[in-house]
């Protein structure tokens, strides 16, 4: 099988194996991509039973270990070293597969990659990276989970990876950047977020200033960076708030024949907004600063949203963003003194 192939986690997600099967065998209809399916053998043959022969692009690959939810992260290195999650890590270490993806327990796919595929060399932490809608586009978040609290520096780096990835992944050309902070004025926020800001300054790449949380959504900004405790709930809001708009013009036109009929002649507009408030669109968030493409989705993910999935993680592989922050980041980051002493 190619390298190009996609190293996904059939046991990942609230409905597996069956729903990552079936977005797997999406993923390959579709956009003819090749995907290493790892779990169970056992089992993934027999949900897999009605299919004789295995569709061209599909391989089985043995993790005899399942990683819950409910695990702690450690549980990769401790008990279930041949977890499905462990196993997707060694075939993008080994070449065998170009990127992998689970809808699994999100702090386990952290510790399997970042232990088995090591960082890129001048990035502390990995950060996780959201793609959320906005008026004129999406506006990509980070960090949103991997890191509760960040230092100045790490910050910095999250910016260089999360403008690399806008530019090579999202096609957004000099992306703007700009800090998480409760007003745009550069004296707005606690002491570490002035000196956040600061230091973005000195990076060269198109730091636009301090940024508020509604600019996610509908301000002049590609980038946002922030801790994750932040960006946790940014993205959490946006997800309930999406949800609850579709849910409401649902409920009106069941309540109302004349509402009803205006959304069947606005059906296409309604389409496009659900479509940009659909998590399953993009599929995943990229695991950024990892050296190895990693893409963690849902644990609600549909077989639509692992389909996406692995198309993203396919462009994220191909895009030549690891190699980019990999070559830039030393270069990039060496500002007066950009990190934390305390």
């Keep these: 099988m190619a390298t190009r192939a996609i190293a996904l986690d059939a046991m990942g997600g609230d409905g597996a194996p069956q729903v990552p099967i079936q977005g797997a065998l999406d ?18 043959r027999r949900e897999l039973g009605r299919l004789r022969p295995l569709p061209s692009g599909l391989e089985l690959v043995d993790a005899p270990d399942v990683v819950g939810m409910q695990d702690p992260p450690v549980t990769v290195l401790r008990g279930k070293r041949n977890s499905s999650l462990s196993v997707c890590a060694e075939l993008v270490r080994d070449d065998r597969a170009s990127a992998m993806v689970t809808a699994g327990n999100t702090g386990a796919a952290w510790v399997a990659a970042k232990t088995t595929l090591g960082m890129i060399g001048g990035v502390d932490r ?11 586009g999406h506006t990509l978040v980070l960090d949103v989970g991997a890191n509760v609290e960040a230092k100045p ?11 690399y990835y806008a530019s090579a992944v999202l096609g957004v050309a000099n992306p703007r950047v700009g800090l998480m902070s409760v007003g745009e004025e550069e004296t707005k926020g606690g002491p570490r977020v002035r000196r956040h800001y600061q230091v973005l300054k000195s990076t060269g790449i198109n730091f636009v200033g301090n940024v508020e ?28 708030l999406g949800e609850m708009v579709v849910g409401m013009l649902k ?47 849902h644990g609600r993910s549909t077989a639509k949203a ?9 462009s994220y592989a191909s895009s030549g ?4 922050i990999r070559d830039k980041i030393l270069e990039v980051l060496a500002v007066p003194d950009g990190r934390d002493h305390d």
């Excluded at 301000?219 to 405790?229: A, E, I, K, L």
């Excluded at 963003?321 to 980019?324: F, G, L, P, T």
Aim: charged content about 20%.
């Design 213 to 240: 949380g509604r600019d996610v959504f509908t301000g002049d900004v590609d980038v946002v960076v922030c801790d994750g405790f932040t960006g946790n709930v940014v993205l959490k809001v946006a997800e309930g």
């Design 251 to 297: 409920e009106e036109a069941r309540q109302s024949p004349l509402y009803g009929a205006g959304l069947v002649l606005a059906k296409g507009a309604f389409r496009n907004l659900k479509r940009k408030v659909d998590y399953s669109e993009h599929g995943g968030a990229p695991l950024l600063g990892i050296n190895g493409a990693c893409l963690i989705g």
């Design 27 to 44: 993923a390959i209809a579709d956009f003819g991509l090749d995907v290493c399916l790892v779990g169970p053998i056992r089992r993934l």
């Design 153 to 163: 520096h790490q910050l910095v780096q999250f910016a260089v990876m999360g403008s």
């Design 126 to 136: 990995p950060a996780l990276a959201a793609i959320l809608p906005k008026v004129d």
């Design 306 to 314: 692992i389909r996406n999935a692995i198309r993203f993680a396919e």
């Design 321 to 324: 963003v690891i190699e980019s």
